[in-house]
Structure formats: structure tokens, C-alpha cells
């Protein structure tokens, strides 16, 4: 089936809600790329329950494949880590470990990247190539070099970008140590998170060049990152604005098993909670909690009878804060060698006394040593995180 209109469409769809700049050079890209083909053999598609139903190409009238292939939405394309669609026997559960990503978020990623003709860039997570096909038609095939650490993946990556003309370079490795055979790159950009942004992608990009990536570690509490690399091997910039993709593989957290009330059995203080931790429910004190407490996750637990209870758990340094709710307000218990919800507090209350500014309000700079994030001049909003 033909699909000149509906990438027609698309553009012009991704233009009206402004992802597109007017006359974009990557409008063509989109207007070209077939999206379809990097769907194959096919994906899933959420239904009630936590199930996935999945729909495969062959199985699927034309018509209606072009319409989901065009929809402007993520579509999983694996389950767990191995299962893809044509292997399912039908509704099926299962966790997300690969997918397409919404055009929107892709395309606004491309514009936000600030590419020049003839710029190489190094793609971290190939995913299902798309992405990767988009630089190739508007830079070249010999300056796209693409990484995917899930070798399946990447052989359907590989075969999508073939299928539609470009014989890219498509590498099977750890995104997370670059590839080095090919730097220095003008360009990096990441379509997975990470808890933070390696060196090696830095030691691995010209001065003067961009890096673009989602930052941390919670589902839906991270921001993308843009900063530009300095002669002297640092980079600067900003968390320019919300941003959620699937994490690195091997920096997915890994839910925590086990009796939870166990794990928060022994606290060292109780006391009225001065903020209530459902403020973590919203995206930008989420993201500050990481900043505050990078090796902490947040964990709900309901009870038989309703009752939610709400923890913070920093696993490496054996310390937690355990929440629980009445009518007076929330109480926190806190045990271990750090006192995580203190200093969550701490971050919360002097981000609200600075008129709760916005995630573009913080301000990143990498060194080989430390990663330091701040807004403003605040010495309650600066976080230097330690590599070493």
C-alpha cells in the first residue's frame, strides 16, 4: 500500500502543533520514511487490564496497519525482553523492553538537536530504527552510526533500514560506552534514559558539539538534557523540558521484591511529614527527589484494606522513609545512614521559597568527576554528584 499521504499527513499534523519548524529540513525526512516498515513484524497495543493485544503486519488489512502505523503514539514493538507480536498466541501481559516512538517526541528531538549538513551523529538505542532512517535521509547513511544493545533488535533494526535504502552503521554493543571506532561525533542523541550522561559520550563528541538525552532514573520524572561540549573535555547546559523513554537496560530499575514492611521494620526517627510525599506524584519534584537522593526509588504498597502506603527506598545505602496517612496528615519514618526524606524536604521546601520554578530552570555541567545540577544561584538548589 502506498502511504505518501498519510506521511503527508503527519508532517503536516507535527507542523500545525509546532515539533516542525516552518520549512523544516526535516520535514522531507518524515515526508519520506516509511514508518511501517519499521513496525515489522509487528506491535502491541495496550488494552484493559494490563494486557497487550498484538497485531501483526501480515495479519492486518493494509489500511488499517497505515493507521496505526501513523498514529502519533508510541507503539511497543517487545514484551520482556524476547517476545515480539507474530510469537504471541494472543492477549498476553508483559513489560515493554523496545518500542517506536511517538513521532512527535522523535521528530521534536531531530529539530531540537541543531544539526548542520554533513554533521556525523552517534545514535544511542537504535530501537526500531526510524529514527535512525530520519538522520539518514537528511544527513547521509555514512554519517548516521547507531547502537542497540539487544541483538534482536538490532537485526530488525538493520533489516527495516535496508528494506528502506539506507545501509547505515548499525552497531550491536553498549550504547552506554559510546562507539569509539567512529568518533568524534558532531552530534550525540540518546532514545533511551539515563541516570546520567556517560563521559564517554563527551569524550566521544567535537567541541562544540551537542549532547541530547533523558536524565534519570524514575519513570516519569526525567528531563531531557542538552548540553554542549567544551575544549577542555566538560559540557554545560539545561534540562530543556520533560522527556520519558525507556531506560538503558542496564540501568532500568529493578522493582523490589519481598515483604516492603520488612525492608522499613527498623526506623531511627518519626515525625510529621512538613511536605506531603504525594508531591512526588508531580514531574518536576519527582525529578528534584532524584537529585536529592540519585539512588533512591519511590515505591506505593496498598493494603487489603485500601490503606496506601508510600516509601522511599535508597537500597545502596541501606536507608529508607516509610509514609503513612490519617486524618492529622502524613507521618514519615526514616531509618538507615541517611535520612532520605530530609533531604527531599530540604529540596522541595527551598524549590517552592524560589517560586517553584520550572525543569528548564536547571542548569547541568559534566565533568570527568561530577555531574552539577542548579537552579539559579540558590546554594538548596545545586546537586554535585560524585563519579569518583
Known sequence: MDTVPERRALADRLTASGVLRPDSP???????????LFLNPGVFLPLDGGLWQPVTALGTPPREWARIAYRDESLATQLDGHLTADRAPGPVTGV?????????TVVGMLEQLDVGEGDSVLEIGTGTGYSGALMCHRLGEDNVTTVEVDPLVAARADAALEESGYSTWTVTGDGLLGHPARAPYDRVIATCAVRRIPHTWVRQTEPGGIILATVGSWPYGTGLAKVTVNDDGTAEGRIIG???FMHARDQALIPLAGDLSARAAYSDTERPARIAPVLLDEWMPAFLAQLAVP?????RATAADGTLSLYLFDSERESFAAFTQDTAGWTVRQGGPIAVWDAVEETLAAWQGAGSPDIASI???ITQQAHVYRIGDHPSLRWEHRLT
Open 295 to 299: 539512588g533512591a526509588q519511590l515505591v
Open 26 to 36: 526535516w520535514r522531507p525526512a518524515v515526508e519520506a520514511v516509511q514508518r511501517e
Open 363 to 365: 542548569r547541568l555541567r
Open 242 to 244: 520533560r522527556s520519558s
Open 96 to 104: 515493554p523492553t523496545s518500542s517506536s516512538t511517538a513521532p512527535t
